[in-house]
T-cell receptor, first 113, second 112 residues
Framework: AQKVTQAQTEISVVEKEDVTLDCVYE???????LFWYKQPPSGELVFLIR??????QNEISGRYSWNFQKSTSSFNFTITASQVVDSAVYFC??????????FGAGTRLTVKP | ETGVTQTPRHLVMGMTNKKSLKCEQH?????MYWYKQSAKKPLELMFV???????ENNSVPSRFSPECPNSSHLFLHLHTLQPEDSALYLC???????????FGSGTRLTVV
């Protein structure tokens, strides 16, 4: 069975602080894909990043960075110098052999000015 | 515009009404999905269609009835819903598992 756990339900930071959103996953598949999505108040889930299970290189995109560690089954997401526009619900997700994506419960990030 | 269009954006319906949610994608994807998002709950996968064939039904009550007439369109027919069915219903499509899903903006449903 596949499972994604986002232990942090809500996080509140002040603008310009760095913040890390945690994601831990479980799967028996040897090949799988991990994702992060952002859900702003408008509702739609916006794709942020995809990682396959064979690529453990960390990635940086502007203020966003991702740390994939297979040894701990974690795929954490860090926002550097957070901004008010980063306020949203962030979902971690896992896609395995059956093509269905399983989502974590989401972390609500509030960035205060 | 994400490539997946859902209508209507908002819907208020009584428990005895019949309504339908519509989802449309022209991304050339082969799979389409319905998800339910309730307040403070994880996204719940409801139905999966691959090449117009339903491949998964996650124990969804029969008052929700999906329809996929072609690989570009997906409907969710609703009848005799309960207030606890009030939620955001999200449609998504994908080409394959490596590319992830493209989501629509959702239909916010309120059952009164």
């Amino acid at each position: 069975a596949q499972k994604v756990t986002q232990a942090q339900t809500e996080i509140s930071v002040v603008e310009k602080e760095d913040v890390t959103l945690d994601c831990v996953y479980e799967t028996r598949d040897t090949t799988y894909y991990l994702f992060w999505y952002k859900q702003p108040p408008s509702g739609e889930l916006v794709f942020l990043i995809r990682r396959n299970s064979f690529d453990e290189q960390n990635e940086i995109s502007g203020r966003y960075s991702w740390n994939f560690q297979k040894s701990t089954s974690s795929f954490n997401f860090t926002i550097t110098a957070s901004q008010v526009v980063d306020s949203a619900v962030y979902f971690c997700a896992l896609s395995g052999n059956n093509n269905d994506m399983r989502f974590g419960a989401g972390t609500r990030l509030t960035v205060k000015p | 515009e994400t490539g997946v269009t859902q209508t209507p954006r908002h819907l208020v319906m009584g428990m005895t009404n019949k309504k339908s949610l519509k989802c449309e994608q022209h991304l050339g994807h082969n799979a389409m999905y319905w998800y339910k998002q309730s307040a403070k709950k994880p996204l719940e996968l409801m139905f999966v269609y691959n090449f117009k064939e339903q491949t998964e039904n996650n124990s969804v009550p029969s008052r929700f009835s999906p329809e996929c007439p072609n690989s570009s369109h997906l409907f969710l027919h609703l009848h005799t819903l309960q207030p606890e069915d009030s939620a955001l219903y999200l449609c998504a499509s994908s080409q394959d598992r490596s590319n992830g899903y493209t989501f629509g903006s959702g239909t916010r449903l309120t059952v009164v």
